[in-house]
Nanobody, 126 residues
Framework: QVQLVESGGGLVQPGGSLRLSCTAS????????IGWFRQSPGKEREGVSC????????YYADSVKGRFTISRDNAKNTVYLQMNSLKPEDTAVYYC???????????????????WGQGTQVTVSS
């Protein structure tokens, strides 16, 4: 059964760093696109970053570009989101998602993600 589990969230001061992990089970992550999304109360879900399953092409939302880095470790069946220079507006529940049919370019993402994790809370506050 396809399953994604996020970890690594927590409370951090503005300017601090966190590394989120998304570990897959029930399938091999190598060929699947992985996306990170976030949602805070009263706001719509926002796409944060994505990495392709074919050639590791990456995409970043303008709001996180230069601060966040997505990477893949196929040996561990895990995708990471390194978050640096965190701001209070980064506070949200962060979700990872995956699908075989999503196309990723450095300018955007096309398609819908069919499999989602349960999320991990990130709080940025002084």
């Amino acid at each position: 059964q396809v399953q994604l589990v996020e970890s690594g969230g927590g409370l951090v001061q503005p300017g601090g760093s966190l590394r989120l992990s998304c570990t897959a089970s029930g399938f091999t992550l190598d060929d699947w696109a992985i996306g990170w999304f976030r949602q805070s109360p009263g706001k719509e879900r926002e796409g944060v970053s994505c990495i392709s399953g074919s050639d590791d092409t990456t995409y970043y939302a303008d709001s996180v570009k230069g601060r966040f880095t997505i990477s893949r470790d196929n040996a561990k069946n895990t995708v990471y989101l390194q978050m640096n220079s965190l701001k209070p507006e980064d506070t949200a529940v962060y979700y990872c998602a995956t699908d075989l049919e999503v196309i990723v370019t450095n300018r955007g993402v096309h398609g819908a993600f069919g499999y989602w994790g349960q999320g991990t809370q990130v709080t940025v506050s002084s």
